[in-house]
């Protein structure tokens, strides 16, 4: 293990934006990571994973560690299910096809999401009517302060839309290494309710899906409203879905009726980002180098040059406008840096 300073990360953040470490180590076993913490205790950290969920608006003044554990296993089965274990490291996409690839039920929703396993538990990612927790059994994490292991439970997650234990009440404090889902083997439950996927599918003539057939129908989705971040900067969706109350959603509806949303519980809708964003103008809108991709009003793309905080900026200009066009606060769901 070599720990290099003053080193670039624009290759290692889907964004593109040049920012500088401080110092840069990557490792690649559990043991190298127990030896990098151990022998620099004092010193500020800051863990990497596949870059996939952050804007960086400025240089880190601190030791970057880039976990990069790979491997992965089926370590328990029984007629119906199978628990998978895959290292923090393991490119999420991948990992996903690799279990499409066993017949592996569970996961095909969440196709072509960027980022690497280990930091999925984190934001609870989701896409298309499934999120992490619905396959989330544990994961394994590390304490940066003792270098001691602890299995989180699901429950100990406290998972919620985007959001779990580790975004909260003790976020910085751990470093997952592994996660296990548990998985179909058989009568799988494929889901088609939700987005375009049941379009897409009737699109093929598709009566009966596979689980290859949604995902497949998944990546032609994304592939259609989302940049490839290796051709266009980006880190997917940067704003959360807001959630309102009922009783406040239908004061704003009825000054603006075709405003489209989701009832998600009996108090509670969700109303689309990137309905309200494009109703606001900003969709294909380009701001120097920062903009919004033209096919996906949720998407910041890095045209290029673009420093984060300009990304960061455009954010905000959108935040603004959407809070006086609508009344409703959108959070942004990227980590900035």
């Known amino acids: 293990m070599e720990i290099q300073t003053n080193f670039s990360l624009k290759n290692y953040n889907t964004f593109g934006i040049e920012a500088k470490a401080k110092q840069f180590v990557a490792v690649h076993s559990i043991a190298e990571l127990k030896t990098v913490l151990e022998e620099n205790k004092s010193q500020k950290k800051f863990i990497l994973g596949g870059g996939s969920n952050m804007l960086l608006t400025q240089d880190i003044d601190a030791l970057v560690i880039h976990v990069d554990l790979k491997g992965k296993k089926i370590i328990k089965d029984d007629i119906d299910f199978v628990w998978v274990e895959s290292q923090a490291g393991e490119n999420w996409h991948e990992f996903v096809l690799w279990t499409i690839d066993q017949n592996l039920g569970g996961l095909e929703n969440m196709s072509l999401i960027p980022g690497n396993v280990g930091t999925t538990p984190v934001q609870n990612i989701g896409a298309y009517g499934t999120e992490i927790k619905d396959t989330f059994v544990s994961c394994e994490a590390m304490a940066i302060e003792n270098q001691k292991t602890k299995t989180f439970s699901k429950e100990e997650c406290h998972f919620g839309y985007r959001e779990s234990v580790f975004k909260n009440e003790v976020k910085d404090q751990y470093i997952i290494t592994s996660v296990v889902f548990k998985l179909t083997k058989r009568n799988h439950k494929i889901n088609i309710s939700y987005g375009d996927i049941a379009a897409q599918l009737s699109n093929k003539n598709i009566q009966i899906p596979t689980l290859k057939d949604v ?69 294909g809108k380009r701001f120097g180098d920062a903009g919004i991709h033209k096919n996906q009003a949720l998407v910041l793309v890095n045209y290029g040059n673009a420093t984060g905080q300009e990304i960061l900026d455009v954010s905000k200009t959108i935040q603004e406008t959407i809070f006086k066009t609508f009344g409703i606060h959108i959070e942004a769901e990227v980590n900035v840096i």
Not at 226 to 255: A, M, T, V, Y
């Open 215 to 283: 995902s497949n129908a998944v990546i032609a989705i994304r592939t259609s409203k989302l940049p490839d971040p290796k051709e266009l900067g980006n880190s997917g969706s940067f704003f959360k879905n807001p959630i309102l109350l009922k009783s406040d959603f239908e004061k704003i509806h009825q000054q603006f009726p075709e405003m489209k949303y989701y009832d998600i519980s009996p108090t509670e809708v969700k109303v689309p980002a990137g309905w309200l964003i494009e109703q606001a103008g900003f969709k």
